[in-house]
């Protein structure tokens, strides 16, 4: 038997294993059924995945073969991928191999170069594939008919209602993006704002929107860590993160809240929007090394308990996992609509790895290996708020 046979051999039988939902392989003549039953999707081979490169990360050898075009999905991407990573606890993943990968630095300079490597792609890019208001986190969609548009809108004003705004009030956004929430905030409830981001392209898209809004005098934004918000000498009304503490890194989630607690007010209001798990790992190795190097999705558990050790009070969790899950169909729709257009300008490989991360994730939250929650906390205990849920 020729060498390439083997390979393929040893690549049929470590795919044996996902037998949940059968589906078929096929290369050249040859087909191969896995599971039992009628399959519910096929996979195109055009060269064989080493085994050794399954065993060190599946994630990473079949995100890669896909990349390059060594496999092809026939029929919808998010479909078989939906039945799939159903299956992840069946992953293979050699932790000391990859320990670089998995693990890296939690430092200023090395968080600030990981960040921007995903949100300074350019304003231009994300513009092509979200909505109008720039939101590039988990929309609220209140009936099955809204549009992604009306979906971020409403998940800004569900978080602003949350806060309890007054007017005059100080707002801190964590992680501000491009934003849009600090700019409805000005307009809706005249409180003042400040963002922070590591990213150039959003610092300088936020600053623009300010400007062509008029917002001058309530909002500004800074290029800055979260560690160095204390140096601020200020202190603020309500403090809000959204999608930022994927990027903070497990050792640092303590400091995190600590910073928060320093520049937010006695009784002040905490909203904290996360990706997050039911157990703590390290993460896919596949997404830490082309999506979001140094992302570590936190577990619900160890964020609770660290708010617990800084006398942040609980006034409510949610979990918005169907929401996000929708909200990624909506880009990746978008997505397909400015495919080669994308392609172009960045490469089909580029395309192909994008198209598979927003469907990869949209599959996790459909199948519940992430989660969406939103935790509202206040600094020490804040009886002034209503007793009921009043947004």
């Known amino acids: 038997m020729c060498a390439m046979m083997i390979e393929e051999r040893a690549m049929v039988h470590f795919l044996n294993r996902f037998t949940d939902y059968p589906f078929l392989l096929r290369w050249g003549d040859h087909e191969d059924k896995i599971g039992h039953g009628e399959p519910v999707f096929s996979v195109q081979i055009r060269e064989a995945i080493p085994l050794r490169e399954l065993t060190n990360s599946t994630s990473l050898a079949l995100g890669e073969a896909y990349m390059k075009g060594k496999l092809e999905i026939e029929g919808d991407l998010y479909e078989a991928l939906d039945h799939f990573l159903g299956q992840m606890e069946k992953f293979s993943v050699n932790q000391t191999r990859l320990r670089a990968l998995l693990h890296s630095s939690g430092s200023k300079k090395n968080q600030k170069k990981e960040v921007c490597s995903h949100y300074d792609i350019g304003n231009d890019f994300y513009r092509l594939w979200l909505d109008e208001t720039m939101n590039y986190s988990c929309g ?14 409403n998940k800004t004003d569900y978080i602003l209602k949350k806060l309890a705004l007054k007017e005059g009030m100080e707002l801190l956004d964590i992680g501000c993006g491009w934003g849009f929430l600090l700019i409805q905030a000005a ?36 290029l800055m860590d979260y560690r160095d918000l204390p140096g601020l000498g200020k202190q603020f009304d309500r403090i809000v993160s959204v999608g930022m503490l994927e990027h903070v890194g497990r050792e640092q989630y303590g400091r995190f809240l600590e910073c928060a607690d320093k520049v937010l007010k006695p009784g002040g209001v905490f909203l904290l929007h996360f990706i997050s798990s039911q157990k703590e790992h390290a993460g896919d190795p596949w997404i830490k090394k082309y999506i979001f190097p140094g992302g570590v999705v936190p577990s619900l558990r160890e964020i609770i308990s660290h708010m617990g050790e800084r006398d942040f009070h609980i006034l409510d969790v ?69 007793n009921v849920r009043w947004y």
């Open 318 to 386: 949610e979990n918005l996992r169907n929401h996000y899950n929708k909200t990624l169909l909506c880009w990746e729709r978008n997505f397909k609509e400015h495919k080669e257009e994308i392609s172009r300008q960045f490469g089909e490989e580029f395309s192909r790895m994008w198209e598979l991360y927003l469907c990869s994730c949209a599959a996790t939250f459909h199948n519940g290996i992430i989660d969406l929650h939103q935790i509202l906390v206040t600094k020490g205990v804040n009886n002034q708020l209503p």
């Open 140 to 153: 609220y969609f209140k009936t099955d008919h809204d549009t992604l548009y009306e979906a971020q809108v």
């Open 187 to 222: 307009k809706k409830y005249k409180v003042k704002g400040t963002g922070i981001t590591l990213s150039q392209e959003q610092y300088e898209g936020f600053s623009q929107r300010i400007r062509n809004e008029g917002l001058e005098e309530l909002l500004q934004v800074k």
